[in-house]
């Protein structure tokens, strides 16, 4: 049984940062690769970053990049979002997700994903 879990999130003010922490369980977490989306109160989920399995390469929406950081531990089956210069628009319920695709690009899009995680709530103050 796949179990992706999160935690970090919180209340943070405007300008500060968060990490966030995904633990895989019941997969090769060194054969799938992994996304964050966020979604927003009334809106659809979104992308905000992935890293693939076999080379370690990432790719960020453009909303976040410069200012997030995706990384992953395959030792300890692990994925983190380090997350920057927070903005308002940066709230929102944030899942961690695990791809066992073998296509060779990036992987953006919600359907691309096979496992989710229950997600965890950032807010970000002004």
């Known amino acids: 049984q796949v179990q992706l879990v999160e935690s970090g999130g919180g209340l943070v003010q405007a300008g500060g940062s968060l990490r966030l922490s995904c633990a895989a369980s019941g997969l090769t977490f060194s054969s799938y690769s992994m996304g964050w989306f966020r979604q927003a109160p009334g809106k659809e989920r979104e992308f905000v970053a992935t890293?693939?399995?076999?080379?370690?390469?990432?790719v960020y929406a453009d909303s976040v990049l410069g200012r997030f950081t995706i990384s992953r531990d395959n030792a300890k089956n692990t994925v983190a979002l380090q997350m920057n210069s927070l903005k308002r628009e940066d709230t929102g319920v944030y899942y961690c997700a695990a791809s066992v695709s073998r296509t060779p690009l990036f992987l953006t899009v919600t359907g691309a994903y096979d496992y989710w995680g229950q997600g965890t709530q950032v807010t970000v103050s002004s």
């Open positions: 890293i693939r399995w076999s080379d370690g390469s990432t």
